[in-house]
């Protein structure tokens, strides 16, 4: 079993920038891949990026060019920058591990952005 934690997220002002870490344990984060999902309020639950084993990135277009996701090996972490946030970035924030048939998931982190 994969554990995650999410941390970082917090309240900026339109235009700020955060850091999301997601740090795993039971698994090395290497070997899974990682994605960021949001959910912001009334909304379902969205992919925001994706990191493979082999390194390769996916965003959403809505946040290409201003987020980033990222990994640290050897902290078995895996990060998310968020630059030029907006508004409607606002949400709670999970990471989750692949693993076979599966994903495994945070328990989220809060980012809110004012207007």
């Known amino acids: 079993q994969v554990q995650l934690v999410e941390s970082g997220g917090g309240l900026v002002q339109d235009g700020g920038s955060l850091r999301l870490s997601c740090a795993t344990s039971?698994?090395?984060?290497?070997?899974?891949?990682i994605y960021w999902h949001r959910q912001a309020p009334g909304k379902q639950r969205e992919f925001v990026a994706r990191?493979?084993?082999?390194?390769?990135?996916y965003h959403t277009n809505s946040v290409n060019g201003r987020f980033t996701i990222s990994r640290d090996n050897a902290k078995n972490t895996v990060y998310l920058q968020m630059n030029s946030l907006k508004p409607e970035d606002t949400a709670v924030y999970y990471c989750?591990?692949?693993?076979?048939?599966?994903?495994?998931w945070g328990k989220g982190t809060q980012v809110t952005v004012s207007s």
């Open positions: 990191i493979t084993t082999g390194g390769y990135t």
């Open positions: 989750g591990a692949e693993k076979g048939a599966l994903i495994y």
């Open positions: 039971g698994s090395a984060i290497s070997m899974n891949d």
